[in-house]
Nanobody
Framework: QVQLVESGGGLVQAGGSLRLSCAAS????????MGWYRQAPGKQRELVAT???????NYSDSVKGRFTISRDNAKNTVTLQMNSLKPEDTAVYYC????????????????WGQGTQVTVSS
């Protein structure tokens, strides 16, 4: 089965930068959309950014201008470059993949990684 593995989380001071990476492993033909979501304690999981295979992006208003999403379709990886981090960015960040095709005729929906902790201190 296909799995998503995140890396790059950690502790950083406000105003600093961090880069998160996610790699999809297993037998994969293609992935339609890859992206990042986050969940802070006591809050609902929310969209951070997504990117479709053809390059279309979608960002949460709270991260526009600070975060940049990119992906490598050939390697089935997605990266989130986070700059000008704020304490309110503190959360567990989850990688997501939607419409994963393991063959041209068989697909899976909404696969999630285990999450990586991002903590921004003031």
């Amino acid at each position: 089965q296909v799995q998503l593995v995140e890396s790059g989380g950690g502790l950083v001071q406000a105003g600093g930068s961090l880069r998160l990476s996610c790699a999809a492993s297993g037998r994969i033909f293609s992935i339609n959309v890859m992206g990042w979501y986050r969940q802070a304690p006591g809050k609902q999981r929310e969209l951070v950014a997504t990117m479709s295979r053809d390059g279309n992006t979608n960002y949460s208003d709270s991260v526009k201008g600070r975060f940049t999403i990119s992906r490598d379709n050939a390697k089935n990886t997605v990266t989130l470059q986070m700059n000008s981090l704020k304490p309110e960015d503190t959360a567990v960040y989850y990688c997501n993949a939607d419409r994963i095709a393991v063959t041209p005729f068989r697909t899976f929906n909404d696969l999630w990684g285990q999450g990586t902790q991002v903590t921004v201190s003031s």
